[in-house]
């Protein structure tokens, strides 16, 4: 999995009770550095990603007298460093974590609401607010977003006379046709975890499927596209092995005609010659449908820890997000912008990636619904799709254990 400052989707980490515990109690917990220094916790151990940051953040703090000092963990270890400085009452002032790990995190009560920080964000998207919520209150904010779009091969679309298609009817009739010798016309993740996940909401959601029900039979039909897209060929029998990174590699290689997969493979497919490529929306049930994929990236919260500490961090996380900056984050990191303003701009600077832009403004939060119960429902889900895909279930009975699975979880 890619780093999620790139906005691969994470698995959310369900809390143990002892971790539970501390994280409560930060409220009371007083930090003592030195009062000028902002610390942030992030994800961001790539090189030449930790100077990006550092200089966005050296930006916004040298006006206001400040400085930030970066401590980078690997991503799937950022939760558990979280909770070891906590317990030694050592939190960051701002703590970056992936969405879907948020609910975890803010229902300890150790998170501070944005706007007690003085983190202004009436100019952020609805899908952006709801990244960054929990129980109806925003604890995080993203500087800029991902979701997901169908990527072709321009040139063999051309020579099959086809263009991208845009309803399931049309994916399995250009699928295979686009399908011969080597190359598949359609590969994408169906990996059993976050990955896998990742791509198959937007079928599921854009088919009206419900992540709180997953067997009132609405997302039947979205399980059944990709077994039939496998069972005529159309797909490759090893997308249940591929994650997105192997998606793309398939599609670089000439094995794939198109692929499901994000912008955080932009600098990888930019930097290749051998295929020409180029991006639409995700295709939906039925024509005149919106497609509603998984908005992804990282929110930066505020860890409760004294007023003028909070609120550094707050006049930092302004500054962050701003139109100019958020502009200027998203182009290095191929991500939108989550301010609307800043999303425009983008969209007109970077045409070659609009239908991203497009796809964020009606994506959804993947714990905007279920909150902290996302991480066994993303399991049962996987199990699902991995079930159907190597023809132990249909998608009903697949759906039905799911949701069994996702209640004994719980």
């Not at 690997?74 to 948020?102: C, H």
């Not at 295979?176 to 909401?201: H, R």
């Not at 029998?237 to 994000?262: E, K, L, P």
């Not at 301010?339 to 701009?345: P, S, V």
């Amino acid at each position: 999995m890619r780093r999620r400052t790139r906005g691969t989707p994470a698995r959310a980490v369900a809390l143990p009770m002892a971790a539970t515990m501390a994280l409560a109690g930060l409220a009371g917990c007083a930090r003592q550095p030195d009062p000028g220094t902002v610390t942030v916790l992030n994800s961001a151990t790539n090189t030449a990603e930790h100077e990006a940051n550092q200089d966005h953040f050296d930006r916004c703090a040298e006006p206001l007298g400040l400085r930030v000092d970066q401590i980078s963990v690997p991503a799937d270890q950022v939760a558990t460093k979280a909770l070891r400085m906590a317990s030694s009452d050592s939190l960051p002032d701002i703590l970056e974590l992936d969405g879907s790990e948020l609910p975890q995190f803010a229902e300890t009560g150790g998170l501070l609401p944005v706007g007690e920080a003085g983190v202004e964000t009436s100019e952020f998207s609805d899908s952006a607010v709801s990244l960054g919520s929990f129980d109806g209150t925003q604890y995080g904010v993203a500087r800029s977003v991902n979701s997901l779009a169908l990527i072709y091969n321009v040139e063999l679309l051309a020579e099959a006379g086809v263009e991208p298609p845009t309803t399931w009817q049309e994916l399995e009739e250009t699928a295979a046709l686009l399908t011969s010798g080597s190359t598949y016309g359609m590969a994408f993740s169906a990996s059993p975890n976050a990955d896998g996940v990742y791509q198959f909401l937007p079928f599921f959601w854009s088919a009206g499927g419900d992540e709180a029900a997953l067997d009132d039979g609405a997302g039947d039909a979205a399980l059944q596209l990709w077994k039939e897209l496998v069972d005529a060929g159309s797909a490759s029998r090893s997308v249940v092995n591929w994650n997105q990174q192997d998606v793309n590699d398939q599609f670089i290689s000439g094995r794939a005609a198109m692929m499901i997969n994000g912008p955080w493979q932009v600098p990888v497919l930019s930097g290749q010659d051998a295929v020409e490529w180029a991006v639409a929306t995700i295709p939906v049930p039925e024509a005149g449908q919106d497609p509603v994929p998984p908005i992804g990236g990282t929110v930066m919260t505020v860890p409760a820890g004294g007023e003028e500490r909070e609120q550094n961090a707050g006049r930092i996380l302004n500054c962050l997000n701003s139109e100019e900056n958020q502009l200027s984050w998203g182009e290095r990191v191929n991500n939108v912008p989550t301010r609307a303003d800043a999303a425009r701009t983008y969209r007109e600077q970077n045409p070659e990636l609009a239908a991203f832009a497009d796809l964020v403004a009606t994506a959804r939060s993947r714990t905007a619904e279920v909150g902290t119960r996302w991480p066994v429902i993303s399991d049962a889900m996987a199990g699902a799709f991995q079930s159907v895909l190597t023809g132990r279930a249909t998608p009903e009975a697949a759906l039905e254990r799911a949701q069994r699975q996702a209640r004994a979880g719980e």
